[in-house]
């Protein structure tokens, strides 16, 4: 009875048959892993994956673990108690009804049952095996023998008349146990191959599934920051949609009501030039000459100066505010600007900065992402490659595409980062990032916020002080545009430098205290499909 337990235990839920290479699913229940895989296939595409057994989800294709010891159990439960029943293979003389084989006799070519088999005739003539239902394979075709031998050089399995005469005669031969014992020795070397094939296998695809749930986070994180992207870039359209025509509103009015009261007061003159208009038609009209020589000189009557400031009053009351239009219109390129920034841009992390150009005042991080300014003087071998101030460089040279950085300043107080070309001067003043006509820089100075870019020893003041800790620069070579941004709420862009771009570029940061990081790093800008 503990046996026959034991033996359902052993069933797998999918083909009901003894488990074959039994792996374990999450939720602790075992199948074969031909049958859980199958059953796996066809769940692909349909959002969840689900136990058989106890219809557990997972979002994720399962990992299926090889359980080692049901394994165990399996093999050791078919060796110590194997089951006739399932061959399938029946007595030959039970004729009434069907009863297990034990053995069958390859001379006789029948199948025996364990009666039967007691009374067997135990000449030597008689060999027995396993039960089989190809018994006639087991005879030569052409002398009806049974096969004592292998022939090495046809790869068959031979009878004594076919070693000794016919077309296997002169070949090397062997005994069925010796060449079956070497076969399996091979076998066994295969078999040795091909499981640490597929443990291989099976860590390659358990490392594939881990890179695919890090790409889902990835996406997700992705996605997650492009909504918040456009939340605020609708919260700002809503906010400008809102802004921009009440202020166009309140602008027609003051207009409508500057023309109003000049077309009033134009009113009220057309209506004494018509009064006068009408005097001097009936002075016209007289035949007294003395009387039209009595009536009091007009004089000029169409007061030009008076007319002209009218004019002017009317020209001032219709200019509607452009500054208000082109202020939108400059919000609405932050927006784009920000799209193309937030949305195509990718920062894996290789940009590094490079010892052997960085002046001994500066102290390189470990992971060359931190360049800090020290009092200590580094005694880095004097180089032609090496700057004599506090600056250094990226290892990496830019020479096509669009890439993106970002750089940590709330360190520091006064700093300049930017670009330069690899032949920018390491000594002397006009090695300055900024200071001559191979880099661009963005600089700051104090804690006032305010920023300025130098290109060429020309320092462009910017008007607007904005605190911020992070800044980020955005280069499109072919376009030979280099932009910086304040990375506040929301992005503020600063400026954009436009050159015709000859070498490639470096990324380059000037130190004046404490220390500052490329916490971003770059690579090409590529659209999504």
């Known amino acids: 009875m503990a046996s026959a337990d034991l033996r359902q235990q052993l069933d797998c839920s999918i083909c009901l048959s003894i488990y074959t290479d039994p792996v374990t699913m999450r939720c602790g229940h075992n199948f074969c892993r031909v049958c859980i895989d199958r059953v796996l296939d066809t769940q692909e595409g349909a959002g969840a994956y689900t136990c058989p057994e106890c219809r557990a989800e997972c979002q994720e294709r399962p990992v299926l673990q090889r359980n080692i010891t049901l394994c165990n159990i399996v093999e050791s439960f078919l060796s110590t108690r194997p089951d006739q029943e399932e061959t399938g293979i029946f007595c030959t003389y039970c004729v009434d009804s069907p009863v297990p084989a034990a053995k069958s006799c390859l001379l006789c070519e029948a199948s025996l049952c364990d009666k039967h088999l007691r009374v067997h005739s135990k000449s030597g003539e008689h060999i027995l095996c396993d039960p089989t239902t190809s018994l006639g394979n087991r005879k030569c075709s052409v002398h009806k023998e049974l096969f004592r031998y292998y022939c090495t050089n046809d790869a068959s399995c031979i009878c004594v008349s076919c070693s000794l005469a016919g077309k296997h005669w002169g070949h090397k031969v062997e005994m069925l146990d010796e060449a079956s014992e070497k076969k399996k020795e091979k076998l066994r070397n295969l078999l040795q191959k091909l499981t640490t094939k597929r443990e291989e296998t099976e860590k390659r695809v358990q490392s594939l599934q881990e890179r695919r749930r890090e790409d889902q986070g990835k996406a997700a994180g992705v996605t997650e920051t492009v909504t918040a992207l456009f939340r605020d870039i609708r919260i700002q359209l809503e906010d400008l949609e809102k802004r921009v025509p009440s202020e166009i509103s309140r602008q027609e009015q003051r207009v409508s009501l500057s023309v109003s009261d000049l077309i009033q007061q134009l009113e009220i003159k057309k209506d004494?030039?018509?009064?006068?208009?009408r005097h001097i038609e009936e002075l016209c009209n007289m035949s007294d000459p003395v009387t039209v020589l009595q009536e009091p000189d007009t004089g000029d009557l169409y007061d030009t100066e008076d007319t002209e400031r009218h004019d002017n009053q009317v020209r001032g009351a219709g200019d509607l505010?452009?500054?208000?239009?082109?202020?939108?219109?400059?919000?609405?390129?932050?927006?784009?600007?920000?799209?193309?920034?937030g949305i195509y841009v990718q920062q894996p992390t290789d940009l590094l900065l490079d010892v052997t150009t960085a002046g001994n005042n500066i102290k390189i991080s470990g992971d060359r992402k931190t360049a800090s300014c020290s009092h200590k003087n580094q005694t880095r071998p004097i180089t032609p490659e090496r700057f004599q101030y506090n600056q250094v460089i990226s290892t990496r040279a830019f020479s096509s595409g669009r890439h993106c950085w970002e750089v940590d300043v709330s360190k520091s107080v006064g700093w300049k980062v930017g670009m330069c070309y690899p032949s920018i001067d390491r000594k002397g003043l006009q090695s300055d990032i900024g200071s001559n006509n191979r880099s661009c820089c963005l600089c700051r100075r104090g804690y006032n916020y305010q920023y300025s870019v130098i290109l060429d020893s020309t320092e462009i003041q910017l008007p607007d002080s904005i605190p911020c800790d992070r800044v980020r620069l955005y280069l499109d070579y072919e376009a030979g545009q280099?932009?910086?941004?304040?990375?506040?709420?929301?992005?503020?862009?600063?400026?954009?430098?436009?050159?015709?771009?000859?070498e490639p570029l470096h990324a380059a940061l000037w130190v004046g205290d404490g220390c500052i990081t490329i916490c971003g790093g770059v690579s090409n800008w590529e659209k999504f499909p």
């Open 482 to 502: 280099l932009s910086f941004y304040a990375l506040c709420h929301p992005i503020r862009h600063l400026h954009t430098v436009t050159a015709a771009l000859t």
């Open 272 to 277: 004494e030039l018509s009064r006068k208009m």
């Open 321 to 341: 505010d452009v500054g208000l239009i082109s202020g939108t219109l400059h919000i609405l390129s932050n927006i784009i600007t920000g799209i193309n920034i």
